[in-house]
C-alpha cells in the first residue's frame, strides 16, 4: 500500500493519495509521514511539520519521518534542529551524512563535517560526493603538524579527536613510554598536544629542549590534580592548558596555588560523545540499572550493593549490571563475599570490562553513578545520549554539568530517582545534543588551535641536556 500511494504522489495525484492514507490506521507513524510529504510538495511547510512530529510522537526514531522532518527543518532554516534529528537516524545513508556535513560545514565546524562528508562518500559510488569531500578537504586542510602524545592505556579520550583532526591537519598519534619515540614526534611536530598532565607532559616540558619552539597544549582529565605532577611541568614550554571540566579548574588551583602558569592560557573544553555511535532509543522505567567504571574506591563501588539492597526490598525484579574492571582487589574479594551474605547473586551481577558499551545499554533502564569524584564522565555522557535516565550523586562540580532534578545526596534518594514514575529520554537525548556532543567539542578544541597558530613561537629556553628515559 505504501509504495503505491508514494507512486500517487509522485504522479501528482494527490487526491487519491489521501483517500489511500485515511485507510491507514491512526497509530502507525507511516500515516502521518505521508502526510507530511503530500503537505510539502504543496508547500505548505508549517502543516507538514505538524504531521511529522505527530508520526514522531509513536515512534521517535522512525527513519523515513526523522529524515523527511531533518530535510523540512533545513529548508525552514533550522538548521541545528535538522541537525539533531538527522543524527537520530539509527542507519543513516550517504544522502544524509551529506546533509550533516552540509549543515555543520555551514553552522559550526568545518574540520567536524568533514567526518560526515568521509561518510557519506565510503557509503556510495557517487564520484560527485567523492569529488566533493576531496575538494572541502583541500580547501580546509592545513601543512600544520600535530603530535599527539599520551602514555599507553590512557589514549580512550583521544581517539574522536585524533581521527577529526587528521582529515584537516598532518597528525602523528604516539601512545607510548619510549622517550625516543616522544622525543622524534615532538621535534616533528608544529603543534604538541599532550594528552594528561602526567609524566608524559613532565618528561616533555623538562626533558627536550625542542619543546621550547613548539606551541605546546596539555589537557587536564582529573586523577592529576590530586597529585604533585603539576609541579614538576616547566609550564613556561606550555601555551595552553585545557580543563575537562570548570570544577577541574577551580579544584586545579585551590590545591595548587602559588603554581606558577607563567604565559600558559587556560581554556574550559568539555567531553563529546559521539552520537552516531550512541545511538538514541526511547527507554523508560524498569528493573535494570548499570554501572560502568574502573572500579577503584574514587567510584564508591560499596555503595552500589546498598542501593540494589534497598531497591530489591521494594522489588526482587531490581538488577544491578556491573561493566568494569577490578582496579583494587579488595573490592572483588568484598562483592563475592557480600553478594552470598545478602543473597543477592540474581541481583547483582559482575559482568566484567565491557567493550561495547552501546550494546551493554541496550536493555538497561538507569545508569548510576556514585562516584566521589569525576572530571566529565563519559557514562553519563554515553548513556543520556541513548535515552538512558542517570542517576548521579552529588561529587562536586555535578551541578553544573548535569540537570540538578538527576543529582541525589543519600542513598535513600538515589533510590527514589529509580522507583519515581519521572522519566524523559528525549530530554536526556536532548540534553546531550544541545552542550556535550563530538561535533561542539571538535568545534571549541578547532577555536583553541586557531588562536594558537596565531601566536608568536617563544624564545629558546634553556633546558636540561635529554637522556634516554623510560617512565
Known sequence: MYEEIFELINKGEINKAQEQIEKISDDDP?????????????????????????????????????????????????????????????DKDWATYDLLGDIEFKDRSKLASLRFYLKAAELTNNPQMKKKFLEIRNKIKKDTKIAFLCLPVLDNFLKDIVETFSLGYDVKLVVSTDANEITQAIKWADIVWLEWANDLAIFATNKVPEI???????????????????EKINWGNIDQLIFVANSMKIIFHKLHPNLDLQSCKEEIVYNGVDLDKFKFSIHKPGYNLAVLAHINYKKNPAEWIQIISKLKEIDK???????????DPRYKVYFEHIKKEMKMEDNFILHGWINEVEKFL??????????????????????????????????????????????????????????????????????????????????????????????????????PKIRKTYF
Request: charged share 30%; net charge negative.
Open 317 to 327: 525484579q531490581y538488577k544491578l549490571h556491573i561493566g568494569g574492571d577490578f582496579q
Open 30 to 90: 507511516k500515516k502521518y509521514n505521508l502526510k507530511g510529504l503530500i503537505h510539502f510538495n504543496k508547500k505548505e511547510l508549517e502543516k507538514a511539520k505538524e504531521q511529522f512530529e505527530e508520526g514522531l510522537k509513536i515512534n521517535p526514531i522512525d527513519s523515513d519521518i526523522l529524515f523527511n522532518y531533518g530535510y523540512l527543518l533545513k529548508e525552514m532554516n533550522q538548521e541545528m534542529e535538522s541537525w539533531r534529528y538527522l543524527m537520530r537516524i539509527h
Open 212 to 230: 621550547a619552539n613548539k606551541k605546546v597544549i596539555c589537557r587536564l582529565h582529573s586523577y592529576e590534580v590530586f597529585t604533585d605532577m603539576p
Open 362 to 463: 541496550e536493555d538497561k533502564n538507569y545508569i548510576i553513578s556514585t562516584s566521589i569524584h569525576e572530571g566529565h564522565p563519559y557514562n553519563i555522557l554515553e548513556s543520556m545520549a541513548r535515552g538512558i535516565k542517570p542517576v548521579i550523586l552529588n561529587y562536586s562540580g555535578s551541578k553544573e554539568q548535569w540537570p540538578n532534578e538527576l543529582i541525589y545526596n543519600t542513598i535513600d534518594e538515589a533510590v527514589e530517582k529509580v522507583t519515581e514514575e519521572t522519566y524523559d529520554s528525549e530530554s536526556y537525548r536532548r540534553f546531550i545534543e544541545d552542550n556535550y556532543t563530538l561535533e561542539e567539542q571538535i568545534n571549541a578544541l578547532e577555536t583553541v588551535l586557531n588562536t594558537l597558530e596565531k601566536v608568536n613561537k617563544k624564545i629558546n629556553k634553556r633546558v
